[in-house]
């Protein structure tokens, strides 16, 4: 419903205030108490009045996007969600060498890849079916098989909230590394409001940026390419909507549909250490699990196959399913409380910590804790 202008002079007549909003209607794990106000932000010019609807108030306020990578806790958000609904994608720009492509903030993430890859460009076709919105792409650095957003990224647009003015923050000042962001980590955390992002995508066929091709799609491209189209390929580059339908097909296989059953996608962070550090990789090797070599030259492992390795893959704990195709997917199947979450979440990095000696972490931020 539409909330009594008279209290809310700083909106403008059209903006739509609902209070007492579930979080479970907003989040796709489905799960928490209600939010005071949640003000729909479909213009970059409504954030200013939002923030300053909430400071006359004297509440806090928290963005969010698609909900796909948040959580909501029991006791709700006594304060206001800026739930950012800005649409629009353009191309800013085009060369012989590629395209300057701009989503808006509000844009579902994977409309925005598919766009592009209508369009022949390549450079996020592989980020395909991630749940999100545009916005939140930057934020968490986003990332799947080879390719991450901060490898394309040219700048942001976004609100200062310091300042009260718009800004354009480029790549270089983001300080993006895994998972990690200006935006979510560090004494800037939560300064910027992003209002939309600027990709420097590539005209052609897909060059890797990281060699080779994942395993698991070069398999599968085997499985549904015959050997002349793969010759081709293997020569010229994979057209993006090859890479784009194939990831598709794995992520489908793999992940659940947060529409259909709630989960936040990848729950726990894969493990990230450096080749210098002898303890994490004496405890790695011990694992017996695939160590893999980043581009970053830093050392991976996969926090899903410790999952698995552990006997957890598939299992129903407090009501929460670890994912018997993915075990770095939580899905609710009879949760009914944050609680239930948070006790499953400590079971599963209890006995990863007690078989292996890694502390996992969870993805997903919470709605109303301090970043």
């Not at 793969?230 to 947060?258: F, M, N, Q, T, W």
Request: aromatic content about 10%.
């Amino acid at each position: 419903m539409n909330a009594n202008r008279e209290d809310y002079s700083p909106l403008a007549a059209e903006t739509v205030v609902r209070e007492n909003v579930p979080l479970s209607e907003l989040t796709t794990m489905r799960l928490g108490g209600k939010a005071k106000y949640v003000v729909e932000i479909t213009t970059k010019w409504e954030i200013p009045s939002a923030l300053e609807f909430a400071k006359k108030k004297g509440l806090p306020y928290f963005v969010l996007g698609g909900g796909a990578n948040t959580l909501g806790r029991d006791e709700g958000f006594p304060g206001v969600i800026l739930l950012m609904k800005i649409r629009g994608i353009d191309i800013v720009d085009a060369d012989a060498e590629g395209f300057l492509v701009y989503g808006a903030a509000g844009e579902n993430w994977d409309d925005f890849v598919r766009f592009t890859v209508e369009h022949e460009m390549s450079g996020i076709e592989c980020l395909a079916k991630i749940p999100g919105t545009v916005g939140a792409a930057p934020v968490q650095n986003i990332g799947a098989y080879g390719q991450e957003v901060s490898q394309v990224i040219d700048h942001v647009e976004a609100y200062d909230t310091e300042t009260g003015e718009f800004v354009v923050i480029g790549r270089d000042e983001m300080k993006m590394s895994y998972r990690s962001t200006l935006f979510n980590t560090g004494p800037e955390a939560g300064r910027y409001i992003i209002t939309g992002v600027v990709f420097t995508l590539y005209d052609g066929n897909y060059e890797p940026m990281e060699e080779p091709l994942y395993a698991s799609l070069q398999k599968h491209l085997e499985e549904v390419l015959d050997a002349s189209e793969l010759e081709v390929y293997a020569h010229d580059g994979y057209p993006p909507k090859v890479l784009y339908d194939g990831v598709s097909a794995i992520r489908g296989e793999k992940l659940p549909d947060p529409s259909e059953k709630a989960s936040a996608g990848s729950f726990f962070k894969n493990i990230y250490f450096e080749p210098s550090d002898e303890k994490a990789l004496a405890l790695a090797e011990a694992t017996g699990c695939k160590i893999y070599d980043k581009a970053d030259g830093r050392k991976m492992l996969n926090t899903g196959a410790l999952i698995e390795k552990a006997g957890l893959k598939g299992k129903l704990l407090h009501g929460m399913r670890v994912s018997d195709k993915a075990a770095l997917v939580l899905i609710n199947e009879s949760a009914k409380s944050y609680a239930d979450l948070a006790a499953a979440r400590a079971e599963i990095a209890d006995q990863v910590f007690e078989k292996y000696g890694f502390k996992i972490e969870q993805e997903p931020v919470e709605i109303g804790k301090e970043i």
